[in-house]
Every structure is written in structure tokens, then in C-alpha cells.
């Protein structure tokens, strides 16, 4: 019976054995990293609704969005968040935020309300907003650093007056919570009951206890964002002449399979012919490169030389990091003219840092001009563990680099420099040679 049965299940398989391929190649192409970061295992945007104040119609709340991505920062033009309320709440009034929308407010003859909208889109205030409408810790346009760089500024908070509720009914937590920073890619989890927060008030010398506290994550994957490669790396060494470009087409080409761009313009800095593109036109067609030359190698010491480069004409980056991964890093290591620590990893993997720009020097990277990209570099000395340093077989150059949280695409390590081979150093019969010239010379 069992004999009669293995048949009929391989005839039922075999009609299906191309979505069964099409399944083990989407399965093996997944990347991990989309969902889960082992660099940053905990990371997330977490956003606290906390109720702090009941009203006649509802309530006084407070909403906290931290950012407790290590190196994933929010950039200009910042965060929005959005919501979809439970009832018929309405905002009265707001301080540190805006709604993108009134909405129809006209049901309320004889007041003005902030927003009537049932899915209200929130952003941050400019840091020029006047003094009535501002809260602490609002106001910077929408940006919120990452948490191992900046934790002062790694979160916003605004107040709001909500209206429109039953005096009788309990609150109900807002649904469908969305957080864009800018653009999607952010799936947020449902509003959690929480452990209510305690405030510290009258100048740290009295606490006070909200009502009610809500909790969700948001967290980014790149699957979701869809978005192309941002970034690619290119290698060089002290001792090979050979350059590795970042590979061609590495963040996509608009010809078709992949191939070479053609590049119009008489200024270094070309273009694609008949379009408006911003970013430069290249073999990678990358927005940012990262190049990582190894410059010198001493006894105790070796050094390291690392320049970004931005191909964006229109565009510059104003809060930017890069995150390298290299086992070197568990050793000391000396950065010029770029902040830097060291970035907590998870399991076997191998050390990493993150680095960022000095304040008033080179905390923003340029724009492209007409000759050549906008540029960031550093010089890295990377004292040696002699059990573990080698310049063979590609270990001196990194596992992985990113580049504002995105991964940047790397070369095969088939292409990576290589150390001169052993049978270009002169052998013994060189030197005999040379040695038997120099002492006829010496004695002639």
C-alpha cells in the first residue's frame, strides 16, 4: 500500500515543481536583514499615547515617538505619524505638532478645532515655531537622531487636547498607527496596554503618573521600503595597484540587463543623456560610495583611510553614519576627524563601529558639484592582535558597510586586491648573483 502510495504523491509534486523553485530561489535570495538586524537586534521606533488629563468631552494625552535605532536616523524632511481614531474624537488644540488637515470640522458651529479628521497625519514643528505653540522636546523639524549617537535627540514629544468623547465611555486606543521617516517602509504593531508612565515635574523635585499609557513598535525593513541599493564599496591597498571599483550597476542601471550606463557632459561629473537625473552618472550608478584603502602596515599598527562620496547633484546628507563591520574593531582604535564607538554585536559575528561627523566640520556631506562628488574621509589607526592580522586572503578589508543604516552593495571577493604573489619576489639565485656582483666590484 505504502509502495502504491509514493507514486501518486510525486505525480501530484511534479505538476508544481516550478512554484516549488520559484519558492526555494525566493527562500534562498531572502536576506535576513530585513527582518531582523543582528548589528541592532533591538532596534525600533516606539510611540507612547499617554492620557495625563481628563477634559469635560476627553482627555489631555501626550505622545513620545523614540528612536531606539542605533544607527537608523530620520532625516529631513522627518517624521509624520498617523492614526485612525476608535470613535468620533477630534483634536481641539495642539502644542508641538501640526495635523497635515483640518478636515470638516462643521458639526462644532461655535468653536475652532486643530483637526476633525477620523485619520489625523501628524508632523513636527519647525525650530522657529513660536512660543505658545511649542512643548519640550519638539520642534527639530522632524528629525530624530539615532539612539548610539545622539540620545538627547533621539525623540519628540507633543501635547493634545481630545474632544468629541462620551463623558461616560472609557477611552479607546487609536488604530491603524503608521510612521513614515520620510517614505514607508515602518510597519507599526497595534497600541498595547502599558505600565503608565510616571513624569518628573516642578524641576525633578515631583513625579506624576498618566491615567492611561498605550505602547507600539514600529520597525523598518527594507523589503518593505523596496527601495533600490543606496550605497557601494570600492577597496584599494598600499600594496597591489589594482583599484576595485564598486561593481557595474551595483544600486541599478536604467539599461536593460544590467549593463553599462552611457555618460553624457564635458565636467567630470557626467550625466545621463536625456534625463534630469540628480545622481551622477557612473559605472555603479550608486547615490554614495564608500572606498576603504589600506594605507600602511607597521609592527604594532595599521592603517586605514576611508572616503564617502556623495553623487547626489541635488541633495546632501546633514546627519550622516556609517557603520563598518570588521573583526579589527575589537582591537583600539584611533579615528581622525570623525566621531566614532563601537556597536554591539550579536552571537560569532565580527566587531563593528559606527561613525559619524564632528559638529561645525563635516557632520554634513556635500552635494555633487560639476567636477566631482562631495566627499567626507578619515584616517583610521587599528592597533593589531597578532593572532589574528593578516593582509591575506581579503581579511583586512570589511564584512560589511552601511551607509545611513542601508546596507551598501560590496565586490566579490574574487576582485578584491590581492598580495603580490610569491613567485615575483627574486629567488635565491637573485641574490647570489647580486651578491657575487657586488664583491667583484668590491675587490676589482
Same mark, same amino acid.
Given at each position: 500500500? =505504502?509502495?502504491?502510495?509514493?507514486?501518486?504523491?510525486?505525480?501530484?509534486?511534479?505538476?508544481?515543481?516550478?512554484?516549488?523553485?520559484?519558492?526555494?530561489?525566493?527562500?534562498?535570495?531572502? &536576506? /535576513?536583514?530585513?527582518?531582523?538586524?543582528?548589528?541592532?537586534?533591538? @532596534?525600533?521606533?516606539?510611540?507612547?499615547?499617554?492620557? *495625563?488629563?481628563?477634559?469635560?468631552? +476627553?482627555?489631555?494625552?501626550?505622545?513620545?515617538?523614540? &528612536?531606539?535605532?542605533?544607527?537608523?536616523?530620520?532625516?529631513?524632511?522627518?517624521?509624520? #505619524?498617523?492614526?485612525?481614531?476608535? =470613535?468620533?474624537?477630534?483634536?481641539?488644540?495642539?502644542? @508641538?505638532?501640526?495635523?497635515?488637515?483640518? @478636515?470638516?470640522?462643521?458639526?462644532?458651529?461655535?468653536?475652532?478645532?486643530?483637526?476633525?479628521?477620523?485619520?489625523?497625519?501628524?508632523?513636527? #514643528?519647525?525650530?522657529?515655531?513660536?512660543?505658545?505653540?511649542?512643548?519640550?522636546?519638539?520642534? %527639530?523639524?522632524?528629525? /530624530?537622531?539615532?539612539?548610539?549617537?545622539?540620545?538627547?535627540?533621539?525623540?519628540?514629544?507633543?501635547?493634545?487636547?481630545?474632544? +468629541?468623547?462620551?463623558?461616560?465611555?472609557?477611552?479607546?486606543?487609536?488604530?491603524?498607527?503608521?510612521?513614515?521617516?520620510?517614505?514607508?517602509?515602518?510597519?507599526?504593531?497595534?497600541?498595547?496596554?502599558?505600565?503608565?508612565?510616571?513624569?518628573?515635574?516642578?524641576? +525633578?523635585?515631583?513625579?506624576?503618573?498618566?491615567?492611561?499609557?498605550?505602547?507600539?513598535?514600529?520597525?523598518?525593513?527594507?523589503?518593505?521600503?523596496?527601495?533600490?541599493?543606496?550605497?557601494?564599496?570600492?577597496?584599494?591597498? *598600499?600594496?597591489?595597484?589594482?583599484?576595485?571599483?564598486?561593481?557595474?550597476?551595483?544600486?541599478?542601471?536604467?539599461?536593460?540587463?544590467?549593463?553599462?550606463?552611457?555618460?553624457? +557632459?564635458?565636467? =567630470? $561629473?557626467?550625466?545621463?543623456?536625456?534625463?534630469?537625473?540628480?545622481?551622477?552618472?557612473?559605472?555603479?550608478?550608486?547615490?554614495?560610495?564608500? %572606498?576603504? %584603502?589600506?594605507?600602511?602596515?607597521?609592527?604594532?599598527?595599521?592603517?586605514?583611510?576611508?572616503?564617502?562620496?556623495?553623487? &547626489?547633484?541635488?541633495?546632501?546628507?546633514?546627519?550622516?553614519? #556609517?557603520?563598518?563591520?570588521?573583526?579589527?574593531?575589537?582591537?583600539?582604535?584611533?579615528? %581622525?576627524?570623525?566621531?566614532?564607538?563601537?556597536?554591539?554585536?550579536?552571537?560569532?559575528?565580527?566587531?563593528?563601529?559606527?561613525?559619524? @561627523?564632528?559638529?561645525?566640520?563635516?557632520?554634513?556631506?556635500?552635494?555633487?558639484?560639476?567636477?566631482?562628488?562631495?566627499?567626507?574621509?578619515?584616517?583610521?589607526? $587599528?592597533?593589531?592582535?597578532?593572532?589574528?592580522?593578516?593582509?591575506?586572503?581579503?581579511?583586512?578589508?570589511?564584512?560589511?558597510?552601511?551607509? &545611513?543604516?542601508?546596507?551598501?552593495?560590496?565586490?566579490?571577493?574574487?576582485?578584491?586586491?590581492?598580495?603580490?604573489?610569491?613567485?615575483?619576489?627574486?629567488?635565491?639565485?637573485?641574490?647570489?648573483?647580486?651578491?657575487?656582483?657586488?664583491?667583484?666590484? #668590491?675587490?676589482?
Amino acid at each position: 500500500m =505504502e509502495e502504491q502510495a509514493r507514486p501518486r504523491i510525486m505525480e501530484l509534486l511534479i505538476p508544481h515543481k516550478e512554484a516549488l523553485v520559484l519558492i526555494l530561489l525566493l527562500v534562498e535570495s531572502w &536576506n /535576513l536583514a530585513d527582518c531582523y538586524d543582528p548589528l541592532d537586534p533591538n @532596534g525600533n521606533i516606539t510611540v507612547t499615547f499617554d492620557i *495625563f488629563q481628563w477634559t469635560q468631552e +476627553g482627555y489631555m494625552a501626550r505622545v513620545t515617538i523614540q &528612536n531606539y535605532y542605533q544607527y537608523r536616523h530620520v532625516e529631513i524632511p522627518g517624521w509624520s #505619524l498617523g492614526w485612525t481614531w476608535a =470613535e468620533q474624537e477630534v483634536i481641539e488644540s495642539m502644542a @508641538g505638532a501640526l495635523a497635515t488637515q483640518q @478636515g470638516d470640522c462643521s458639526r462644532y458651529k461655535y468653536r475652532t478645532l486643530h483637526c476633525c479628521k477620523r485619520d489625523p497625519v501628524i508632523i513636527d #514643528l519647525t525650530p522657529d515655531a513660536a512660543p505658545e505653540n511649542r512643548t519640550a522636546n519638539c520642534c %527639530h523639524s522632524g528629525i /530624530l537622531s539615532a539612539w548610539a549617537i545622539d540620545q538627547s535627540t533621539s525623540f519628540s514629544s507633543f501635547i493634545m487636547v481630545v474632544g +468629541g468623547l462620551d463623558p461616560k465611555a472609557a477611552p479607546q486606543k487609536p488604530q491603524n498607527l503608521t510612521f513614515l521617516a520620510p517614505g514607508s517602509g515602518y510597519t507599526c504593531g497595534p497600541f498595547e496596554v502599558h505600565t503608565p508612565t510616571v513624569f518628573s515635574v516642578v524641576e +525633578g523635585r515631583r513625579e506624576e503618573q498618566a491615567f492611561k499609557t498605550w505602547k507600539s513598535a514600529c520597525t523598518y525593513s527594507s523589503f518593505v521600503a523596496n527601495n533600490a541599493p543606496a550605497c557601494c564599496v570600492s577597496l584599494s591597498t *598600499f600594496y597591489n595597484p589594482k583599484i576595485t571599483p564598486c561593481s557595474v550597476c551595483s544600486c541599478g542601471c536604467q539599461a536593460s540587463g544590467n549593463e553599462r550606463p552611457t555618460c553624457v +557632459g564635458d565636467s =567630470e $561629473m557626467k550625466r545621463l543623456p536625456g534625463d534630469d537625473n540628480s545622481v551622477g552618472c557612473s559605472d555603479h550608478m550608486c547615490p554614495v560610495r564608500v %572606498h576603504w %584603502h589600506v594605507k600602511s602596515n607597521y609592527i604594532d599598527y595599521w592603517k586605514v583611510k576611508v572616503t564617502v562620496s556623495n553623487y &547626489n547633484f541635488a541633495s546632501k546628507f546633514s546627519n550622516w553614519n #556609517l557603520v563598518i563591520q570588521h573583526p579589527a574593531f575589537g582591537q583600539r582604535t584611533l579615528s %581622525h576627524s570623525f566621531n566614532s564607538t563601537g556597536l554591539a554585536t550579536v552571537g560569532n559575528m565580527d566587531e563593528a563601529a559606527i561613525f559619524w @561627523g564632528l559638529e561645525y566640520y563635516n557632520k554634513e556631506l556635500l552635494q555633487a558639484g560639476d567636477k566631482e562628488p562631495g566627499s567626507v574621509m578619515t584616517e583610521m589607526v $587599528m592597533h593589531k592582535d597578532p593572532e589574528s592580522f593578516t593582509l591575506r586572503n581579503g581579511w583586512a578589508f570589511p564584512r560589511r558597510v552601511y551607509f &545611513n543604516a542601508e546596507i551598501c552593495e560590496m565586490p566579490m571577493p574574487d576582485d578584491f586586491p590581492r598580495l603580490p604573489n610569491t613567485s615575483s619576489r627574486p629567488s635565491n639565485a637573485c641574490y647570489l648573483i647580486f651578491i657575487l656582483s657586488f664583491l667583484i666590484l #668590491l675587490f676589482h
